[in-house]
């Protein structure tokens, strides 16, 4: 923007009116607007621009909303029951789906400054999850029975940990056609417990939940390894040179050439023989 410097000048030496001198000090005003405007379009670019950018990669992508989302508990065969599985995927109200962290140690044994190196990876202790209680408080029932495999009620005997932690559950995140986009599998899995139900004649209208909090070991991305572990998935390793080339030099010693053989031996005996092989 054009600044009349004359204006500025008499501006500066006291020789505009009152008048002239608010009308001065606008337009000055309006050119650095305009001068820092500009110095921020030529580095980020326009604000209509960007809007435009976030409105594109929101309509492209979408946002991942906190009330579309699905559970899915498989637990152990004892205690597995269609109906009640059916049920507890509606009338989950609430989950929380765990994290990942690098357990790290300081490395001292570094000249210069010291810094963090991973000892280990650990997920989330447990993660709970609110349930919506039917009628007959078959529910509560339901991880009743899977809690008692962890031990006898009768003798109060422990029982084995594959025994009680050998079930799984799924933790989907779905878009507007409820479809599933992102998924984990919970490993190990087992409820730890669940908490006490509050009753009070002051509430006629309110719900009864329970919530429910579950041990687990580790979790894996579904769209990554599906429903297997990544242990049990054989994993694509470089097969070592020299193993490689010693297997060819033995197959070919015991090579037959038709006809006869080649090296120490004669035509007749057919029989290869190759000495002095040395790998540099």
Request: glycine share 8%; charged share 20%; net charge negative.
């Given at each position: 923007m054009p600044v009349n410097?004359?204006?500025?000048?008499?501006?500066?030496?006291?020789?505009?009116?009152?008048?002239?001198v608010q009308e001065a000090k606008g337009a000055a005003a309006r050119a650095g607007r305009q001068i820092?405007?500009?110095?921020?379009?030529?580095?980020?670019?326009?604000?209509?621009?960007?809007?435009?950018?976030?409105?594109?990669?929101?309509?492209?992508?979408?946002?991942?909303?906190?009330?579309?989302?699905?559970?899915?508990?498989n637990p152990p065969g004892q205690v597995n029951n269609a109906?009640?599985?059916?049920?507890?995927?509606?009338?989950?109200?609430?989950?929380?789906?765990?994290?990942?962290?690098?357990?790290?140690?300081?490395?001292?044994?570094?000249y210069g400054p010291t810094r963090d190196i991973v000892?280990?990876?650990?997920?989330?202790?447990?993660?709970?999850?609110?349930?919506?209680?039917?009628?007959?408080?078959?529910?509560?029932k339901y991880f009743h029975s899977w809690m008692e495999l962890a031990y006898d009620p009768h003798s109060w005997n422990l029982n084995y940990y594959k025994d009680y932690a050998s079930g799984t559950v799924d933790i989907y995140q779905l878009n507007d056609l409820h479809q599933p986009t992102y998924g984990v599998k919970l490993w190990e899995c087992y409820p730890k417990n669940f908490g006490p139900l509050e009753y009070s004649t002051g509430s006629a209208n309110e719900i009864v939940k329970m919530t429910v909090n579950f041990n687990f070991r580790y979790w894996t991305d579904i769209g990554k390894y599906?429903?297997?572990?990544?242990?049990?998935?054989?994993?694509?390793?470089?097969?070592?040179v020299e193993n490689v080339i010693?297997?060819?030099?033995?197959?070919?010693s015991e090579v037959v050439p038709f006809g006869g053989g080649v090296g120490t031996g004669s035509a007749s005996e057919g029989t290869t023989t190759i000495q002095d092989v040395t790998l540099e």
């Amino acid at each position: 923007m054009p600044v009349n410097t004359a204006t500025l000048n008499q501006l500066f030496d006291g020789d505009l009116g009152p008048i002239a001198v608010q009308e001065a000090k606008g337009a000055a005003a309006r050119a650095g607007r305009q001068i820092l405007q500009d110095g921020i379009s030529a580095s980020f670019g326009s604000s209509s621009s960007q809007i435009d950018k976030f409105l594109t990669q929101i309509n492209s992508k979408g946002i991942a909303r906190t009330n579309l989302f699905e559970v899915k508990l498989n637990p152990p065969g004892q205690v597995n029951n269609a109906d009640i599985g059916a049920a507890l995927i509606l009338r989950c109200e609430s989950v929380s789906m765990p994290g990942l962290n690098l357990s790290t140690t300081q490395d001292t044994n570094i000249y210069g400054p010291t810094r963090d190196i991973v000892e280990g990876v650990t997920y989330a202790d447990e993660i709970s999850m609110s349930f919506i209680m039917d009628k007959t408080h078959e529910i509560r029932k339901y991880f009743h029975s899977w809690m008692e495999l962890a031990y006898d009620p009768h003798s109060w005997n422990l029982n084995y940990y594959k025994d009680y932690a050998s079930g799984t559950v799924d933790i989907y995140q779905l878009n507007d056609l409820h479809q599933p986009t992102y998924g984990v599998k919970l490993w190990e899995c087992y409820p730890k417990n669940f908490g006490p139900l509050e009753y009070s004649t002051g509430s006629a209208n309110e719900i009864v939940k329970m919530t429910v909090n579950f041990n687990f070991r580790y979790w894996t991305d579904i769209g990554k390894y599906g429903g297997a572990r990544p242990q049990d998935i054989p994993s694509f390793q470089f097969p070592n040179v020299e193993n490689v080339i010693s297997n060819a030099i033995r197959d070919a010693s015991e090579v037959v050439p038709f006809g006869g053989g080649v090296g120490t031996g004669s035509a007749s005996e057919g029989t290869t023989t190759i000495q002095d092989v040395t790998l540099e």
